[in-house]
């Protein structure tokens, strides 16, 4: 079966620091793959995605991902938080026109 | 682009009444909509998938007569809450997708509405 795991429920980290939010997933294959953020009472916004190719992601506010395939990990990144960083992330695989896997999500707080 | 909008944003009501949910699409047309819900601090737990014009497929364990969808057109999706109980207090977050390619191969890429919070008495 399809699955994500996040085992970072809570992460606090300092603003200024750097960032590496852990997920792992279960699948048959190599699915896409997908991290999200939420802000409190939001929708989600995709931060970057990884289908194939270069398993350095690139996305949007200073976040990056790495695909590994040997872990079946897909770990999110930043080297330097802002306080604005602060939100729920989600971790999802999917493939083709197949529903998206969520993790359970990882709560971020900003230290000042 | 992409933009996907849900109303109400939130909404309370009494214990036995329906309440209807909207998700649109507002610039592009969605082949396939998908309804979310999500408990406090808790992941998405999808409820469903709707492609327009035919019967929404339901996840295992979602009473279908209780949530009832409705995909009339390309661009709008509801989700009804029938007869809503307490327990069905929640944050529903809807999302349009739309073909895309990704390394030659198709793949609908989802776009999330800002969610409706549900407080049933």
């Known amino acids: 079966a399809q699955s994500v795991t996040q085992p970072d429920i809570h992460i606090t980290v300092s603003e200024g620091a750097s960032l590496e939010l852990r997920c792992n997933y279960s699948y048959g294959a190599t699915p896409y793959l997908f991290w999200y953020v939420q802000s409190p009472g939001q929708g989600l916004q995709l931060l970057l995605k990884y289908f194939s190719g270069d398993t350095l992601v690139q996305g949007i506010k200073g976040f990056e991902a790495e695909f590994k395939r040997s872990q079946s990990s897909f770990n999110l990144r930043k080297p330097s938080v802002h306080w604005s960083d602060a939100a729920e992330y989600f971790c999802?695989?999917?493939?083709?026109?197949?529903?998206?896997?969520f993790g359970q999500g990882t709560r971020l707080t900003i230290n000042p | 682009g992409a933009v996907v909008s849900q109303h109400p944003s939130w909404v309370i009501c009494k214990s036995g009444t329906s309440v209807k949910i909207e998700c649109r699409s507002l610039?592009?047309?969605?082949?396939?909509m998908f309804w979310y819900r999500q408990f406090p601090k808790q992941s998405l737990m999808l409820m469903a998938t709707s492609n327009e014009g035919s019967k929404a497929t339901y996840e295992q364990g979602v009473e279908k007569d209780k949530f009832l969808i409705n995909h009339a057109s390309l661009t709008l999706s509801t989700l009804t809450v029938t007869s809503a109980h307490p327990e069905d207090s929640s944050f529903y977050i809807c999302?349009?997708?739309?073909?895309?390619?990704?390394?030659?191969?198709?793949?609908?890429?989802?776009?999330f509405g800002p969610g409706t919070r549900l407080t049933v008495l």
């Open positions: 999802a695989v999917g493939k083709g026109a197949q529903k998206l896997v």
């Open positions: 999302s349009a997708s739309r073909p895309g390619l990704a390394g030659g191969s198709s793949y609908n890429e989802q776009f």
């Open positions: 610039d592009f047309q969605a082949t396939t």
